[in-house]
């Protein structure tokens, strides 16, 4: 139905509140694993397989069993958590179990090093374009990670350059 306005009748539309603009991003903060790089499946449990293996233990993280232990925090602990539910291996004596993890632990973390210096383990799609991206804008840059604060310097230095590593803050 069309009604017909008569011209003294005045409308007037509601004035729109003014938006404020939205403020400039002034930092990034990234993660590293699964953010920067799929290390964990491509770098992380790799790493931890080579050492069991390089060290004799007859273990080997598939994909999927890792992702479980994902949700255990700690290299250390997960290593922990996973024997003292499938069982120890018969090489790593109940008094020396502390200790073993540890050591192994260190081995996985030079494994993994090593992984990131042969450049197996590569930037997920679009990192170094928003990296780049926000070097241009001034926008401060900085890695966030429970990983080893030398795994994560190495991987953007080795990943990134060392131009854009200077960028980054790291805290891990």
């Known amino acids: 139905i069309l009604t017909r306005l008569h011209s003294t009748t005045a409308f007037s ?3 729109p509140t003014p938006t404020p603009p939205t403020p400039p991003i002034q ?15 491509d770098g992380h449990r790799v790493a931890f397989n080579l050492a069991f293996q390089n060290n ?15 949700e255990i925090g700690g290299g250390k602990e997960r290593m922990t ?17 502390a200790e073993t993890v540890k050591e192994l632990h260190l081995k996985k973390t030079d494994i993994f090093m090593t992984l990131i ?12 374009r928003l990296v780049d991206e926000a070097i241009e804008r001034g926008v401060q840059l900085a890695v966030c990670s429970t990983s080893n604060e030398k795994a994560v310097s190495n991987l953007v230095r080795t990943l990134m350059g060392e131009e854009r590593r200077e960028k ?5």
């Open 13 to 15: 539309l509601p004035t």
């Open 27 to 41: 930092a990034i903060l990234f993660d590293c694993d699964g953010v920067l790089a799929d290390t964990e499946p």
């Open 56 to 70: 004799d233990i007859p273990e080997s993280w598939s994909v999927s069993r890792y992702g479980k232990l994902l």
């Open 81 to 97: 958590a996973h024997w003292n539910e499938v069982g120890w291996p018969e090489r790593i004596p109940p008094e020396g179990r």
């Open 117 to 128: 210096d042969e450049g197996k383990i590569p930037l997920r799609s679009g990192v170094l």
């Open 168 to 172: 980054f803050r790291i805290f891990a």
